[in-house]
């Protein structure tokens, strides 16, 4: 349950914005009891943990003591509708969400006893390690906030979409899908496969989606919580794969003592592993996977959060090309700096914050599952610490890949951030990307992760510099998406992205030269009527994904909250009123 919009399910102490600002007021709130506060852990550990803990702050606020502060009733009714607190001007949310720099979507689909149980969890913790509620200064709740990006404006692109699919629930929980990567198939005859994180992909013919490897029951301790990204967290097909029946996908298993190929001090609890796996089909032709698999690298991680979100083979490259068939596979930090432990990542000795490229033909890495290409920047670095895979460094979270084959092969990564920025990067050989010391343009520490500062002039040239990037005034976390180069002129060479959590639907133009641009945004239109994904979806928390058939050049538009998928089938530019 709640969350800073950030991510769907996430508690949040902005749950807690009616509170008084300062001063504590305890109130006898939330009834304990054993069968609920079990349900209620479970609640928590599926849904809040990625981004909240008890008695220390992470992503969003710590939680402990919370329910000493309001009557179980205004704790629900402000989880149903956060914003009215805010919107209503109460001191203490309006500093949290100024702190956060986030605000939480409603979240009216929960059960009054299921917030209830959650409250009773949070309780109990708190009254066992007698936890203090978070104090909360509101002393700079009167100056303006402040933008550090250019807005994101309307520059009168509007689209107009039609309904393309339904996916099948894969729980009776909310969300009902987890969908979240559309491949097209190698072969170019039409139909799609599209991911859903709980360990399902779909294969899609004629608008109609089945399932084409369910991979739960086949992967020893396979889990898709806690987290939002954890699970099936993406899929590739080989380009050869007509010939060699090869799919590749990351997923996320429960540690149980498995040995890592990336492994940190045995002090710093593991909290699940990330696993790349080779799939091998019996038969191209088949509908339904049957085959082998074998694992080709797992990595550790101390959170829930930044895993191995996307990976991704260069297409339509000649076997000729120096990159063909080298997969690239782009990890974040695991959630280490948001952990306490940001010496883990941002360094040629961590397989934490990475883009690395392999092959997977190959056998010369340290576990002979793989091979190294001779080509990658750090092949010959003298460290023998170094891993010799990475292709680029310095990520917190690269969310997702796309090429763009019109002017060479152009690697575009879209980068979630922290409080302050969500990034477009063009990733370049060897390039490092400044996090865990830069965010944006600007610096930040690990020690205060929700502020940045002006870098000196020395120091401006130290990181690769985003392509483009917008404010979380705009938004929380990017949805990567794809340069358009379909038959609608109006999006050509248009990068199309969007945000995860508003759903709002940005662009910005790619030529030869990358040249520095604002990012717009787009509006959607029915008939004569401009709307958008929180009314299409019905849900306010729209969890947006863009994807791209490179082949039949159609772009779709992807909704967890309702499993639909969309199909762009009009863009044209229009006057702002």
């Known amino acids: 349950m709640f969350q800073i919009l950030r991510y769907p399910l996430i508690i949040s102490v902005l749950v807690f914005g009616l509170f008084n600002c300062t001063g504590i007021k305890k109130t006898k709130t939330v009834a304990i009891d054993s069968k609920t506060s079990t349900q209620g852990k479970e609640l928590f550990t599926t849904n809040c943990v990625s981004c909240h803990a008890l008695e220390q702050e992470e992503i969003g606020p710590r939680l402990g003591g919370v329910t000493s502060l309001l009557s179980q009733k205004e704790l629900i009714d402000f989880v149903k509708n956060p914003n009215k607190a805010i919107e209503a001007g109460n001191q203490r949310a309006v500093a949290l969400t100024r702190r956060y720099k986030m605000i939480m979507p409603p979240f009216d689909f929960l059960k009054d006893d299921e917030i209830k149980s959650i409250l009773a969890y949070i309780r109990e913790e708190t009254d066992e390690h007698h936890i203090q509620p978070l104090v909360v200064k509101v002393e700079a709740n009167n100056a303006p906030a402040e933008r550090l990006a250019a807005p994101v404006t309307k520059a009168g692109l509007k689209i107009e979409t039609e309904d393309f699919i339904t996916i099948p629930p894969s729980s009776d929980k909310m969300p009902r899908t987890r969908i979240a990567n559309m491949r097209p198939h190698p072969s170019a005859d039409g139909t799609l496969f599209v991911s859903d994180q709980r360990g399902?992909?779909?294969?899609?013919?004629?608008?109609?989606?089945?399932?084409?490897?369910?991979?739960?029951?086949?992967?020893?301790?396979?889990?898709?919580?806690?987290?939002?990204?954890?699970?099936?967290?993406?899929?590739?097909?080989?380009?050869?794969?007509?010939?060699?029946?090869?799919?590749?996908?990351?997923?996320?298993?429960?540690?149980?003592?498995?040995?890592?190929?990336?492994?940190?001090?045995?002090?710093?609890?593991?909290?699940?592993?990330?696993?790349?796996?080779?799939?091998?089909?019996?038969?191209?032709?088949?509908?339904?996977?049957?085959?082998?698999?074998?694992?080709?690298?797992?990595?550790?991680?101390?959170?829930?959060?930044?895993?191995?979100?996307?990976?991704g083979f260069v297409p339509g490259i000649g076997k000729n090309d120096p990159d063909y068939g080298m997969l690239y596979i782009g990890t974040g930090d695991g959630g280490s700096t948001i952990a306490k432990h940001p010496e883990l990542c941002h360094k040629l000795s961590s397989l934490l914050g990475t883009i690395i490229r392999i092959d997977p033909s190959g056998t010369n890495s340290k576990n002979g599952n793989y091979g190294i290409p001779a080509d990658n920047p750090f092949v010959n670095h003298p460290d023998q610490a170094t891993y010799k895979e990475i292709y680029a460094y310095g990520f917190r979270n690269p969310h997702r890949l796309y090429w763009d084959m019109t002017h060479g092969k152009t690697l575009f990564s879209a980068e979630v951030g922290e409080s302050n920025f969500e990034e477009v990067n063009v990733i370049v050989k060897g390039g490092d990307y400044g996090w865990n010391l830069q965010e944006g343009n600007y610096g930040i520490s690990y020690k205060d992760l929700k502020n940045v500062y002006k870098l000196p002039a020395?120091?401006?040239?130290?990181?690769?510099?985003?392509?483009?990037?917008?404010?979380?005034?705009?938004?929380?976390?990017?949805?990567?998406g794809a340069v358009y180069e379909g038959s609608l002129?109006?999006?050509?060479?248009?990068?199309?992205?969007?945000?995860?959590?508003?759903?709002?639907?940005?662009?910005?133009?790619?030529?030869?030269?990358?040249?520095?641009?604002?990012?717009?945004?787009?509006?959607?239109?029915?008939?004569?009527?401009?709307?958008?994904?929180?009314?299409?979806?019905?849900?306010?928390?729209?969890?947006l994904r863009i994807e791209y058939d490179l082949f039949s050049k159609q772009m779709y538009i992807m909704t967890k909250s309702d499993g639909k998928i969309r199909k762009i089938t009009k863009a044209y530019f229009d006057k702002i009123p």
């Open 200 to 311: 399902i992909i779909y294969r899609i013919d004629s608008k109609q989606a089945n399932v084409f490897l369910d991979i739960r029951l086949l992967v020893e301790n396979y889990v898709n919580e806690p987290g939002l990204g954890t699970g099936l967290g993406s899929f590739a097909f080989h380009p050869d794969y007509q010939n060699n029946g090869l799919i590749y996908i990351t997923h996320t298993e429960a540690f149980k003592g498995q040995r890592a190929d990336y492994e940190f001090p045995d002090s710093i609890k593991v909290a699940m592993q990330w696993v790349v796996s080779e799939w091998k089909i019996n038969d191209v032709k088949s509908t339904v996977f049957e085959g082998k698999r074998r694992e080709l690298i797992r990595i550790n991680v101390p959170g829930g959060v930044h895993g191995t979100q996307d990976i």
């Open 458 to 480: 020395s120091d401006t040239a130290r990181f690769v510099k985003p392509f483009a990037l917008y404010d979380h005034v705009d938004g929380n976390a990017i949805s990567g």
């Open 489 to 543: 002129e109006a999006l050509k060479h248009q990068y199309v992205f969007g945000d995860i959590v508003s759903g709002r639907i940005f662009y910005v133009p790619v030529d030869k030269y990358l040249s520095p641009a604002p990012v717009h945004e787009l509006s959607i239109m029915q008939g004569s009527k401009e709307t958008n994904l929180v009314e299409m979806s019905g849900s306010k928390r729209v969890d």
